[in-house]
Nanobody
Framework: VQLVESGGGLVQPGGSLRLSCVAS????????MGWYRQAPGKERELVAT???????NYADSVKGRFTISRDNAKNTVFLQMNSLKPEDTAVYYC????????????????WGQGTQVTVSS
């Protein structure tokens, strides 16, 4: 299973970006999908997650500014980021918890390679 993120870049404070992540490969089903971020010198932290049914969870620091959504038919998760702040600067990673086959009840965590988001004037 491969995850490929896109949509990062440089944006001014107060601006917006939309991240996308597509999962491909041997996928039977995807449970939770999510976004995490890691700033220089800091540990990776949760940004937002979304279940297969659409239940969402956000870090307090992004509530009201970021919106996570997904397209189950396309194995894709999105992160709409509004009112961006310099402290949102980080590498953003996509995560998916997925089953690889109908006969395999185990699920595995997969990660994308990351996309850089820089918020600066």
């Amino acid at each position: 299973v491969q995850l490929v993120e896109s949509g990062g870049g440089l944006v001014q404070p107060g601006g917006s970006l939309r991240l996308s992540c597509v999962a491909s490969g041997s996928i039977f089903s995807i449970n939770d999908m999510g976004w995490y971020r890691q700033a220089p010198g800091k540990e990776r932290e949760l940004v937002a997650t979304i279940s297969e049914a659409g239940t969402t969870n956000y870090a307090d620091s992004v509530k009201g500014r970021f919106t996570i959504s997904r397209d189950n038919a396309k194995n894709t998760v999105f992160l709409q980021m509004n009112s961006l702040k310099p402290e949102d600067t980080a590498v953003y990673y996509c995560n998916a918890n997925a089953r690889r086959a109908r006969w395999d009840v185990r699920s595995y965590d997969y990660w994308g390679q990351g996309t850089q988001v820089t918020v600066s004037s």
